[in-house]
């Protein structure tokens, strides 16, 4: 009984996986017919290398150097300390990575 129970619900479970992922490609793709139909351009935003590789570097060092100092100074709360210094650093690499787009974009449209 206890195993026919886990098996129908792993199946209902990938079962709703399967469909929120359908409704949301069908509602995303009716969509973007309809921006074509209406004239418009339906181009995706993408996430740009930049900001991925800074997000990728920047939030691990902030959780390592928030738990480093947590650990040498004795904080109360060291988990608050990590994940407050990874947002903290993510923050700054998304700033980072808007600065060096921007300068980017204004090299290539000089040229």
């Known amino acids: 009984m206890n195993s ?3 098996i129908v619900g792993m199946i209902a479970f990938f079962a709703l996986i399967f469909g929120i992922e359908y409704l949301r490609i069908t509602a995303r793709h009716r969509k973007e017919m309809a921006m074509i139909e209406a004239g418009m351009n339906p ?3 993408k996430i740009s290398v930049i900001k991925l590789a800074f997000l990728l570097l ?3 060092s902030g959780l390592f150097i928030g738990n480093y100092y947590a650990d040498k100074y004795g904080f109360e709360n060291s988990d608050i300390t990590g994940v407050m210094l990874a947002l903290v650093f993510g923050g700054i690499a998304l700033l980072l990575a808007n600065f060096i787009e921007n300068k980017i974009k204004n090299k290539d449209s000089k040229n």
């Open 58 to 60: 920047f939030i691990p």
């Open 4 to 6: 026919t129970v886990q």
């Open 43 to 45: 181009t995706k935003k």
